[in-house]
């Protein structure tokens, strides 16, 4: 829905008969115009692509040393224990993000379409934490989840003494915490896109069925929501696309920690690359994460883009 | 809005809408309790939020919190509080949302109402560019940054964040322009109004809402970067984001949850009041951009 | 100074022109991750002397995990060819750093003021690399230090714990009586750092070398070793449940305000506690951890000089290292950072009993081959290595359930996999 939000004209829009006497600036002015963006994507984006791909198959250690060594750091990587945390962390904690992002945003979402008085207001404060960069509210998060310091600590002085909040700290928990904070952040923005979904929804099919006698917890199952397809799509790659690239978040709330336990694959390429003299291993960890990004990312381009073309 | 209401029709029709208020409202706290954890712990004295509860009202207003981190926080032996890590910041992210803005806006221009040959194919490799993971450009922006002599400055940070930002404008101002009406765009070619011209009188004109959409989405994003502002910068040239990080991670004694709550909200503010004010357009933008960095 | 520099640095942030200077002795900029306690204020002693010089001083502390973000920092200013004038490291950072042909040379200056007559022994490795000197130590550190608050002690009748049982005895005597018995701060630096004290707790020189020098496999998977596993479990049962992620300073906090009975770290700890206005032997003791009293296991900071452009710059790196050797400057950051003078002369006017203990403790340990070499801030081994201990043995402190001979295997793996 992302791109198809907006039809396209027809392709013969630029096609119209040139008026006589233009000059060859005048009919190349258009790519002309975008060349400099173009180049710099080219250095930028795929040079500096090609280029880590390159130091990964390199033999880099503290600084990069560009002698080839195939894919021997890539089998490193994968011989890793801690990488293999790290992806385990990733397929675990980008599943129940997904998941429960998507749900806690579709029923906001049917929620605020009931005609709720100020939906406004609500759709505010739902939506504000995409606002905030999680080095800001990690602070607040780190602390209310802390036991010794917040909800935990309050359920014992309200008398719930036995009451236990402390993912944040268990090594098999943390990661919850992790999804949870995620989940805070994204799900007001999935919520939107359903919201803007659902209000496109053609109404005479679902007067029809109320005429029918039909209950709207059906109308929902049967109707509306087969048809929110392309929203479920869209909402899907923006969320994995999004906790491949969570860094920040794991950064502000646990570090990586307990021990490995919150390790992320953007998380371990940092450690490699920055902190211990591994540049190779970052860099072939860093192709690892483009790679999964890329095979989610260019079918779905590809996709949109010739929906387009079609239409 | 939709015509069809859940429980419209039955009988159970308050208790229905009750229980619909009452999810909301949950939500609603869930959404709410962080900011107001560190609004009111940035207003407590210290002995208050050691020995009170977490989300109890502070008994007195204490702005100790709020003077220390504007003017005393520490980074180091520097000890020059937040202003001009926000003056940076807002000079980063005040570039790089004009100029990805406008030359956004002539790419999304030039890619859709003046199609040529592969410019399709072309936007979408520049589109690959809003999604791939940065930590992948890290080390090759670094050697670059150093090569033009741009090394940890704010120049070279402000120059990646203008570089990154452009698929995304890019994206933005061509999804909106494809929607002209092509009878238009063909009228104007056939008059032989040039492609500036046009740009300048029609096309730009109308593409104020895009273009709120692509300010916001520009500053937020920069504003709220840490990645490349934590391994891009250093002292004279850190963004608040980098300041805060170090903030919070010193504790010199007792830790002082006022000054990081505080310090917190004041890095936050700025894209909170953005969001505030132009709420409508954030949302759209999030919308007409569907692809989150 | 300092006031007088602001603007400037302002001035250069608003026009985007960053360390425009206009000072003619040379500007030194330095990466550091000393911003907490004692450490702060040492390196504020530094600046003073450095600033004094009318040398101009940009400071880029980045706090955090020991060092982490520092390094982080560092490497892409190498990248981009432009690495700040100074910057702090931990042991054999310096030797790879060395290795690549980025230091400069101190090698005429350690000649002049006689820096080899100077500092002791076990530290020349790290200054001289291939015979050239890279590197200045600015103060060493004994790991291996318990530090317990007095009045708990002395409430609960708690003898200082010569030997391991009496720890174990000592902390049931506490967890009985609800007091968290090791304040701890859960992250991966500090998990490593406290096992370099299990295993100098052994009281066998040679059983560290093979663990700590030569990850000897036969050793790893020896019966002492598997005793040491053991003793660290028993160490991740004694803590507060909240201990994971928590910073160095809030785990002495504990023990200051009497939360928890005693905690494990470097003699920095102490630095901190002095800045809080504690005193030895009034508000809390000091003893080696149990069983180690003639071991001694030590870290060094030191400070490598990376090659720069501009005379006064490298004259500014040189005054530097001139500063961090000098006898006055060594005497009075030993005692506000904490620690032991890398100097042998150095007066010992106003030292307090735990370093009188430490400094005896080291002339033991050295007589027997017990002064060795931290493994935990990569001194014996390289930072890969050290990598894998880190991982392994803060996954190993986090997970209840890992059984010892898990952690065991997990290691020889990942050893095996570098």
């Given at each position: 829905m992302a791109l198809t939000d907006n039809i396209p004209p027809?392709?013969?829009?630029?096609?119209?008969k040139l008026k006589h006497g233009t000059t060859w600036l005048q009919r190349n002015i258009a790519w002309l115009t975008f060349l400099p963006t173009g180049i710099l994507g080219a250095i930028f984006i795929y040079g500096f692509i090609l280029l880590t791909i390159y130091i990964s198959m390199?033999?880099?250690?503290?600084i990069p040393d560009y002698t080839f060594v195939g894919f021997e750091q890539w089998e490193r990587l994968w011989g890793m224990r801690r990488w293999g945390i790290a992806v385990n962390n990733l397929f675990l904690f980008s599943g129940m993000f997904i998941v429960i992002a998507t749900a806690i945003g579709l029923l906001l979402a049917i929620l605020l379409d009931q005609?709720?008085?100020?939906e406004g207001a609500i759709r505010t404060i739902i939506l504000y934490?995409?606002?905030?960069?999680f080095i800001v509210t990690g602070t607040a998060w780190k602390w209310v989840l802390n036991p010794g310091l917040g909800i935990e600590s309050l359920l014992h002085d309200w008398g719930?003494?036995?009451?236990?909040?402390d993912w944040l700290v268990r090594r098999d928990r943390a990661i919850y915490t992790v999804v949870m904070a995620a989940v805070w952040q994204s799900s007001g923005f999935i919520m939107a896109i359903f919201l803007a979904s659902l209000r496109g929804i053609d109404q005479s099919i679902m007067q029809s069925a109320v005429m029918d006698g039909a209950s709207s917890w059906r109308i929902y199952r049967r109707i509306i929501i087969p048809q929110l397809g392309p929203a479920f799509f869209t909402a899907f790659v923006i969320l994995l696309h999004m906790s491949i690239k969570s860094y920040d978040l794991v950064i502000a709330l646990?570090?990586?920690?307990?021990?490995?336990?919150?390790?992320l694959p953007s998380t371990f390429m940092f450690d490699y690359a920055f902190?211990?003299?591994r540049i190779a291993i970052g860099a072939a960890s860093a192709t690892m994460m483009l790679f999964a990004i890329a095979a989610i990312i260019v079918p779905y381009l590809y996709s949109e883009l010739r929906s387009q073309d079609r239409s | 809005m939709s015509d069809m209401v859940l429980g419209k029709q039955s009988g159970r029709d308050k208790l229905f809408r009750g229980l619909v208020y009452v999810i909301l409202g949950v939500f609603v706290l869930f959404y709410l309790t962080p900011l107001y954890v560190m609004v009111v712990t940035s207003v407590k004295s210290l002995d208050e939020i050691l020995?009170?509860?977490?989300l109890a009202f502070p008994k007195t207003l204490d702005f100790y919190g709020w003077d220390e981190a504007w003017n005393n926080a520490c980074v180091g032996t520097e000890c020059r509080g937040m202003a001009p890590f926000m003056i940076n910041s807002l000079i980063a992210a005040s570039l790089a949302t004009v100029i990805p803005t406008a030359v956004g806006a002539l790419n999304g221009y030039a890619l859709s109402?003046?199609?040529?040959?592969g410019s399709d194919l072309l936007f979408g490799m520049l589109l690959f560019g809003a999604f791939i993971p940065f930590q992948i450009v890290l080390l090759p922006m670094a050697s670059f940054l150093g090569w033009i002599g741009w090394s940890s400055s704010l120049t070279g940070l402000t120059f990646t964040y203008i570089v990154y930002g452009l698929p995304f404008t890019t994206l933005y101002f061509r999804n909106f322009y494809?929607?002209?009406?092509p009878d238009l765009v063909k009228a104007a070619r056939i008059d032989g109004i040039g492609f500036f011209r046009f740009f300048w009188r029609v096309a730009l004109p109308s593409s104020v809402p895009i273009m709120i959409v692509s300010v916001i989405w520009q500053f937020t994003n920069t504003w709220n970067d840490f990645l490349f502002a934590s391994t891009m910068t250093k002292l004279e040239s850190a963004t608040v984001m980098v300041a805060l990080n170090n903030f919070v991670q010193v504790?010199?004694?007792?830790?002082?949850y006022n000054v990081d709550m505080a310090a917190a909200i004041i890095a936050g503010l700025p894209t909170i009041a953005v969001y505030l004010i132009a709420g409508r357009y954030f949302l759209r933008g999030l919308m007409a951009g569907a692809v989150k960095g | 100074m300092r006031n007088f520099l602001k603007p400037c640095i302002l001035a250069g942030a608003l026009t985007l022109?960053?360390?425009?200077?206009?000072?003619?002795d040379g500007k030194l900029d330095i990466i550091h991750?000393?911003?907490?306690?004692g450490e702060l204020a040492g390196i504020q002693l530094l600046r003073d002397k450095i600033e004094a010089q009318g040398i101009e001083w940009f400071d880029a502390a980045s706090a955090g995990g020991a060092g982490t973000n520092a390094r982080t920092l560092f490497r892409t200013r190498v990248q981009a060819g432009d690495p700040p004038a100074v910057m702090q490291a931990l042991g054999t950072e310096v030797n790879e750093w060395a290795e690549t042909g980025i230091l400069g040379d101190l090698t005429d200056l350690a000649a002049e003021e006689g820096w080899y007559d100077l500092?002791?022994?076990?530290l020349h490795p790290f200054m001289n690399v291939d015979g050239k000197t890279v590197a200045v130590p600015a103060v060493w550190s004994q790991i291996n230090w318990v530090w317990g608050n007095k009045a708990i002690f002395d409430k609960y009748d708690?003898?200082?714990?010569?030997?391991w049982d009496d720890l174990v005895a000592a902390a049931k005597v506490f967890k009985d009586a609800g007091i968290t018995p090791i304040a701890h701060g859960g992250q991966p630096w500090q998990d490593t750092a406290i096992f370099d004290g299990i295993l100098v707790s052994f009281d066998d020189p040679e059983f560290y070398r093979k663990v700590a020098?030569?990850?000897d496999l036969e050793t790893l998977q020896g019966p002492m070793f598997h005793e040491a596993m053991e003793r660290l479990r028993w160490y991740s049962q004694q803590?507060?449940?909240?201990?994971?992620?928590?910073e160095w300073t809030q785990a002495q906090a504990m023990v200051l305000n009497g939360e928890a009975a005693m905690s494990w770290m470097g003699d920095w700890a102490k630095g901190w506690r002095v800045t809080q206005g504690q005193e030895p032997g009034v508000d809390f003791i000091c003893f080696p951890t149990?069983?180690?009293?003639d071991m001694f296991v030590w870290l060094a900071d030191f400070f490598f000089f990376p090659k720069i452009e501009g005379e006064a710059n490298n004259a500014a790196q040189k005054a530097f290292a001139s500063a961090v050797m000098e006898k006055n400057f060594q005497h009075d950051f030993s005692l506000i950072k904490s620690g032991l003078p890398?100097?042998?002369?150095?007066?010992?006017?106003?030292?307090?009993d735990c370093t009188r203990d430490s400094i005896s403790r080291a002339k033991r340990a050295e007589a027997r081959g017990g002064l060795v070499a931290s493994l935990g801030f990569a001194h014996s081994a390289r930072s890969d290595v050290q990598g894998v201990f880190r991982d392994t043995l803060s996954d190993f402190v986090n997970t209840?359930?890992?059984?010892v001979d898990e952690g065991i295997e997990i290691l020889i793996d990942g050893l095996d996999s570098l």
């Open positions: 027809t392709r013969s829009a630029p096609v119209g390199s033999a880099s250690k503290l005609r709720i008085r100020a934490p995409m606002a905030l960069s719930f003494v036995e009451a236990q909040f646990t570090n990586g920690g307990p021990g490995t336990a919150t390790d902190d211990r003299s | 020995s009170g509860s977490l109402l003046w199609r040529f040959k494809v929607s002209f009406p504790a010199n004694g007792v830790k002082r | 022109v960053n360390g425009t200077s206009a000072f003619a991750w000393w911003t907490s306690g500092v002791p022994k076990p708690v003898a200082t714990p010569q030997t020098f030569e990850q803590l507060d449940k909240s201990s994971p992620g928590r149990p069983g180690s009293n890398v100097r042998t002369d150095v007066d010992n006017a106003g030292w307090d209840p359930d890992m059984s």
